[in-house]
Nanobody, 116 residues
Framework: QVQLVESGGGLVQAGGSLRLSCAAS????????IGWYRQAPGKQRELVAD???????TYADSVKGRFTISRDNAKNTVYLQMNSLKPEDTAVYYC??????????WGQGTQVTVSS
């Protein structure tokens, strides 16, 4: 059973930075994709950034140039560095990993709140 444990959320002022971590119970290279989604109150969950097979990365347009996804192979951990945070980045951030045969795994989520 795959486990994903997020950490690093919190309260930050607009313009500040946070780094989220997602520790996986196995190598991140064992997944077709691993990354971050977020869900704000009253909104659908959306992709923020992920790393796919071949280490290609994808970012939502709203975070390009501000957020960076990376991973540490030795720690089986994926990070999301979030800079220049805005109030609209406030959401619960979830780590998601996808494997083959198709199956998705989700972490428990971590709250990010950006005050104006």
């Amino acid at each position: 059973q795959v486990q994903l444990v997020e950490s690093g959320g919190g309260l930050v002022q607009a313009g500040g930075s946070l780094r989220l971590s997602c520790a996986a119970s196995r190598s991140t290279f064992s997944f077709n994709a691993i990354g971050w989604y977020r869900q704000a109150p009253g909104k659908q969950r959306e992709l923020v950034a992920d790393i796919r097979v071949g280490s290609s990365t994808t970012y939502a347009d709203s975070v390009k140039g501000r957020f960076t996804i990376s991973r540490d192979n030795a720690k089986n951990t994926v990070y999301l560095q979030m800079n220049s945070l805005k109030p609209e980045d406030t959401a619960v951030y979830y780590c998601k990993a996808s494997s083959w045969p198709p199956r998705d795994y989700w972490g428990q989520g971590t709250q990010v709140t950006v005050s104006s």
